[in-house]
Every structure is written in C-alpha cells, then in structure tokens.
C-alpha cells in the first residue's frame, strides 16, 4: 500500500485530531478519546536446535521456504513428541504452530509408511487452510519419490467423495467434531487400518472448546481414545491453544489424560505495537436541559470514522465485531459514505460466505492487497492471512484471550502496527476505560468444562454403548466416579441393557443421530409460518419460552413475525408474519431451590464482615408470566406496561448454582434503595462474570432476593450456568468471588451516567426488564461491603 506514517506519528495525529470531542463534565471524567496508548516493545525471535535432524527431504523444503532455523517452541513440541509426550501447544496466532505438528508427524510417516494422524479443526475455513498449507509439503515430498496422502473429511462431501476418502487409505486425515462422532467413533469398523495405525491426534484450537461445546468434546475424544484403544493404538495427543489461564487444566479435562506437556515459550518474533483505548465521545445537554442524561455517540459509528480515517493513513485494517450483523451494519455505514475508488480493497468477511468468496479475501490479506476488511470473530481463529497494519476490536470481544488473539493479526514484515479497542457501553467495556491498564495486567481467563453434566454425559454414554459395549472397569478408564453411577442408572431405566456384567444399547437405531455437539439438549421446537406452512427454524429451552411465547416477535432472516401458539405436545412454534419495528421482551419471576449442603466457604472483605459463597446444584424456576413491547429504538425511558400471558409458561430444570448470602440487612444501616440496589449488584456480577471465566453473556443468569426466607431473610444472589446440568462457569468462579465484587465496584463508581445505565447496574438479559435498579443503592451496598 505504499509508504505510511510510522505508527507514533499516526497517533500524535490522530490525538490532535479527536482527543476532547466530548463536552461531559462529571467528576473525574476525561474527554479524550485516546484514553490510553500502551506501547507493547518488540521481541525478538528465538531460535533452537534439534538433537538430532529432520529427515533430508524434510529439511531441503524448509529450506526451500526460507526457513534455516525453527523457533523454541516448534524444537520443543518436536523433542517432545519424538519422546512419547502429549503435548499443548499455547502460543499466539502466526507463530508457526502448524510446523510444530506437521513436521514431527511427517516425520513419523516418512519413516513408517502406514502411520496415520487425525487433525480435527472446529471451522471448516481452518480445515480447508490447513489442508491447502499440507498439500504445498506433500507435493514436494512426492518430487522425493514419498508418497503421502492427506484428505479432507466434513459433512461437505458426499456419500461416494467420502467412501473414496476411506479407500484411499489417508496418512493424514483433517476433519471437524462431527465427524469424528459421526463416522470415526460411531463407524469405527469402516476405519479399522487408519485406527491401528493412527499416531496422532491434533486437536487444533482447544481454546474454542469450552461450556457446552467443549463438555462434549471432552466425551468425544474420550469415545475416539476408546475405539483407538480397541484396535491397539495409543495416539499422542497435539492440542494447540490461544493463550487461556489454565491451559493445562483444560487438555486434561477435554482429553482425560493426564501427562501433558505444556509449551507456552513462543519464540516467535514480533515487531512493536501500539495499543490504544479508544473511548466515543459523550456530550451533555446539547438538546434538552441541563439535568438529561449525558449521551454517547455509538461506538460502531465511531468505528466506521476509525476505519475510514486509517484507510486514508495507507493502514491495511482489519476490524472485528462481535456479531455478523454488526460487520455488515459497519460494511454498508462505509460504503455509504465513501467514493468507490475509497472503498476498492475493503471488504467484509463472516461466516457463510462461499468457499471461493473467503479464499479469495484471505489470499488478497496474505498477499497484502486488501486494504480493509471488516470481519466477525472468524478471522480470530488461525487461518494464515499474514499479519496488518492495524487492528480494530469493535467493542470488547468477551474475552481477554480474544482480544490477543485479534491484536496478534496487528504486525506485518519488519513495520510496527497499530491495536485500537473501540469500547462500546457494556459494563466491560467501561471498565476498561476506567482502567486502561487492567486490559494489559489482568490474568487471561479460565476456559472451563463440566464432563459430569449429566444431560451431556447420558447421550454419550449411550453413543459409547452402542459403539462398544462397556464395564465398569472400562469405564473407570475415562471418567469419575458420578458418571459411572449415571451408566448405573441408564441401566435402570432400560436405556441401557445388561449383558454379562456389559452394558448394551438395545436399540437398532442410532443414538449418534440424535446428539448435536453444540447444546445439552435433545429437545427442539420447530418454528412454523402459518402463512406457508413452512417450517423457518428451530429453537430449544430454555429459549423457548423467553422468546417465542404467544404474542411474542420473532425476527428471522430480518423478517419480522408474531407468535401465535406453543404446542407443546407437539414440539412446534406457530407464528405468522407481521410487518413491525417493535420487539417484545419477556418478563418472569425466578425462584431457586438449592440442594441442601453446598459446599460452603467464608469470604472475609474486611475486618469483622463476611459473606458465604456456596456452590452446588439446584433447580431453577422460571415463570413467564407477561412481555413488553416496545419500538425497537426506544427514545423515552418510559416502559411500555407489561401485557400478561393468559397462563404462565413455566420453565423447570436443574444448574449448577453459586450463591452469595450476605450479611444480614440491618448490617448495612440506612440504604434507602436497598432491595434495587441489590438487584443492580446482581446485574453487575452478571456481567462482569465473562472477565474472570470464558463464557458468552448468555451462558448464565442470575437471581436475587433482599429478604431470603430460607437464610434468616438474609439478602441473597443467585449465579447459574443458563445451560441443563450446568458448562462449570459460575463453579468456576467460586473461589474469585472476592475480584468480582471488586470489578463491581469500580465499575458502578466509574460510571458517567446519573442513574444507572446498560454500561453499569441495567442489564439486558434482565428478567424483569430492569425494573427497581438503582445504581445508587448499588454502589452503597459495594461501598459497606468493600471499605471500612
Ligand atoms: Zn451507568
Ligand atoms: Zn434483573
């Protein structure tokens, strides 16, 4: 792209530029837009030797590519694989973590022709790159008179294309987890030469299995280490992870071994960046009185002028949103306000594009001739796309390790490169702008699992059972003591039959079929237009009620529709289009029943005061009892009344729960607000929850009450993972309860708004629709817990 500013001078101009837009004036408060630049220094790359060489025909085409020398890390997964060892891989995107596997396993094939690797990806973007990377090597081994053959296997190819794969007797096959559930677990006697002779697993991207998702994977390559085992193989495991807190916890947990070893030294270089926060600007009083709320201009907006403004410095730019909806607003808000010969070289990638369409933006990045594009989180994931020279992370991402999986895309050749973080008015994202150097200090967070969810745990047991009977022993193999009694009672209830001491599954039917690797639960909905008859989607609980009971909107494909009825005799949604911009939200009552004995500990804040976190299972009941609607940009505070449900839909089932009981009321003395302000404190540790485990603001719920009959009327707070069973989220947050009132804390204290806002106390995944939330209340009950 020609010659551009190095990356400090940009930053002085664009400080002159937009710093001090905004006119607020609380206390404290800052108007500039760069609120903080941290400098991240260059390092330089490390280099090891090998104790013995790479076969001949290996090191002559590293050397046609240029490489003379491999990184630390790529020498210590190879020493350690020559040894015996699983390894983890956990170094950042473009470190050269394919080489770490690809040559040890080719390596092992070059010697012992039969041997066999399974590479299992999560997206098929990244199967098909790595598969394109593998070929390159291949072909040139083949100029060496080696025969090695690599294939693709996803749900992409046919019933023939496939068969052909299996008869071609792959070394290498790349595939994703449903596959491997689909055909290699539950086919296993269709690959019985690959299975004996498979040396390798490579599980790529470990970090993405996590909650739900990744409590499957854990059964999954518990299964796939079964049937290896049957036909005598015993694979080393490779799993490649993003930088997490507990990466060896989670290999442990998702494979069920346990001598892993953990390589996390990256010895790749990296040129210097510059870090901004970048806050959008706030002004106060412009159009009504002096006494209104002050108001933020919208980060995506704010971005989109970031975006442009970068583009004219000659900075190739890739923006990240969280939401596809959010990459194609931003795409289109450019292109609308730009020349054609301004938007040449900008692009948008997402999930969904066709094949064709997504290589041809990868190899335009590779190359260097895409100027901008604005993507979802899918380019965070290791597809080869080179590096840029500047990034944009369009609100925090959810999680710390995201945001260093996309500023790691910032750095191309020997340039340095600019990370901007555009906050939006999450409670996350504020607090960041209050602490600028938290992002840069805080710990990564935990990706957490939970192999013992009971819903998950019984399809695959069944799976397992129908693949190969089992026994006890067998079982004790792979799993802790809880999922060997759930065999027990599947035995219990002829889910499973007894025979000579091996549990069978009686059916002639495939219970594979029924499992999908992506929720806990087998129940769906089918949503039906009444105006076709055609079925448009489908929805599972516990969405089903929140969001499609009668009279609810339902927005699909961007159209609109209005909820008619719920049968649930026969698992449909009726629904029939209307024309609207209104939305509707529903509104319940939660009461929780936890089961007695939690495990308990004691948190002492201060001197004299404590509270009691419990952890523990327990059933929740969720009572829809009415929705509101409302345009969809609402323009007054003033709520709609809530119209009621003939009868309430109630939604019964168990979780894994945290609970805080905390000191008795009158502890507290004169908070006039106390009961909205506890409320407000649970919505601040709903929120704040993603910064100390790896989940998506959905994945729990929360609950509170002022005056808890079952604990002396003491003031209470419910966490709980929103998933049947329980992903271990909030259980993972047991023993950091502490930090998450601390977070609250600062969060409640920074915040510009008077009254509470979606960036502090409100939340949007409030059951109650915000109603009775006072900041005020909040920050006081924080303030008595925290300070003396
Ligand atoms: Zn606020
Ligand atoms: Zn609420």
């Not at 916890?249 to 270089?269: M, P, Q, R």
């Amino acid at each position: 792209m020609g010659f551009r500013l190095p990356a400090p001078e940009l930053l002085k101009e664009l400080k002159n530029a937009y710093n001090g837009r905004g006119n607020a004036r609380l206390a404290g408060d800052t108007n500039d837009t760069l609120v903080h630049i941290e400098k991240l220094p260059a390092r330089p790359a490390t280099f090891g030797e090998l104790s013995s060489p790479l076969p001949p025909s290996l090191s002559a085409a590293l050397e046609r590519r240029g490489i003379r020398q491999l990184y630390t890390h790529q020498v210590e997964s190879i020493e350690a694989l020559r040894q015996g060892h699983n390894i983890a891989l956990v170094t950042a995107t473009a470190s050269g973590k394919t080489l770490s596997f690809n040559l040890p396993v080719l390596e092992t094939i070059l010697k012992e022709p039969d041997a066999t690797a399974l590479y299992i990806f999560p997206t098929n973007a990244l199967m098909n790159d790595q598969l394109a990377t593998l070929n390159g090597w291949l072909d040139e081994l083949e100029e060496a008179g080696k025969n090695i053959r690599a294939f693709k296997y996803n749900g992409g190819l046919g019933d023939d294309e496939k068969k052909a794969v299996r008869r071609a007797r792959p070394n290498i096959l790349l595939t994703n987890p449903e596959l491997v559930h689909l055909s290699l677990t539950a086919w296993h006697k269709a690959w019985p030469e690959f299975l004996k002779n498979l040396r390798y697993i490579v599980v790529d991207e470990v970090h993405t299995y996590r909650g739900v998702f990744g409590s499957h994977i854990a059964h999954l390559l518990r299964r796939l280490r079964r049937v290896c085992a049957l036909y005598g193989a015993k694979p080393q495991f490779v799993c490649c992870s993003a930088t997490i807190g507990n990466p060896a916890e989670l290999v442990e947990k998702l494979t069920g071994l346990e001598d892993f070893k953990i390589i996390s030294n990256d010895g790749a270089g990296k040129n210097e960046r510059y870090f901004v926060i970048w806050q959008p600007p706030t002004f106060v009083g412009e159009t009504a009185n002096a006494t209104a709320e002050p108001v933020t201009r919208s980060y995506l907006e704010e971005t989109v002028d970031l975006f442009k403004m970068l583009n004219g410095y000659k900075y190739s730019t890739l923006c990240f949103s969280r939401l596809r909806r959010y990459a194609e607003t931003m795409y289109r808000m450019c292109q609308e306000q730009s020349s054609t010969r301004q938007m040449q070289g900008v692009t948008v990638y997402r999930a969904g594009l066709r094949n064709e369409e997504r290589v041809a933006i990868e190899t335009g990045l590779k190359k260097g001739e895409v100027g901008g594009v604005f993507s979802t989180n899918a380019l965070e994931l290791g597809v080869d796309i080179g590096g840029l020279d500047a990034v944009i992370i369009a609100g925090y991402p959810g999680s710390q390790m995201a945001v260093w999986q996309q500023a790691g895309r910032a750095g191309r050749g020997d340039k340095d490169a600019a990370v901007f973080l555009v906050a939006s008015q999450n409670p996350i994202d504020q607090y960041f702008l209050a602490n600028p150097t938290a992002l840069f200090n805080r710990q990564p967070e935990s990706a957490l699992l939970n192999v013992e969810n009971e819903n998950i745990a019984r399809q695959h047991l069944l799976c397992m059972a129908k693949e190969l009977p089992f026994n006890r022993a067998d079982l004790q193999k792979y799993y802790p003591e809880s999922v060997i009694k759930l065999a027990e009672k599947l035995l219990a209830e002829k889910e499973l039959v007894n025979r000579r001491g091996y549990c069978l599954y009686p059916g002639e039917d495939n219970p594979h079929a029924r499992l999908s690797l992506r929720t806990s639960t087998t129940r769906k909905f089918g949503i039906v237009n009444t105006s076709s008859g055609r079925e448009i989607g489908l929805i599972e609980p516990p969405n089903l009620y929140t969001e499609t009971h009668p009279g609810a909107i339902y927005t699909h494909a961007g159209e609109t529709f209005r909820v008619e009825r719920l049968d649930e005799r026969a698992n449909k949604v009726y629904v029939r289009p209307e024309v609207t911009t209104h939305s509707t939200s529903s509104v319940a009552r939660t009461t929780i029943k936890m089961e007695p004995n939690p495990e308990e500990r004691t948190v002492t804040l201060r001197p004299g005061l404590s509270l009691k976190v419990g952890r523990g299972r327990g059933e929740v009941v969720e009572q829809v009892y009415g929705y509101r609607e409302e345009p969809l940009f609402r323009r007054n505070s003033r709520r709609a009344d809530v119209v009621n449900l003939d009868y309430p839909l109630t939604i019964q089932s168990h979780h894994e729960l945290l609970r805080l009981v905390l000191p008795p009321r009158e502890k507290f003395g004169m908070i006039a607000a106390f009961d909205s302000g506890l409320h407000g404190l649970e919505h601040l540790l709903l929120g704040l929850l993603p910064l100390e485990v790896m989940c998506d603001p959905t994945d729990i719920g929360s609950t509170s009450d002022g005056a808890d009959i079952l604990h002396n009327a003491q003031p209470v707070i419910y966490l709980f993972d929103s998933c049947e069973g329980g992903a271990g989220f909030v259980h993972g947050c047991y023993e950091r309860v502490e930090d998450l009132l601390q977070l609250a804390y600062s969060t409640v204290k920074s915040c510009r708004c008077a009254a509470g806002c979606p960036a502090c106390v409100q939340s949007a995944r409030c059951r109650e629709a915000n109603d009775k939330v006072s900041k005020q209340g909040a920050r006081q009950i924080l303030q008595f817990l925290l300070t003396a």
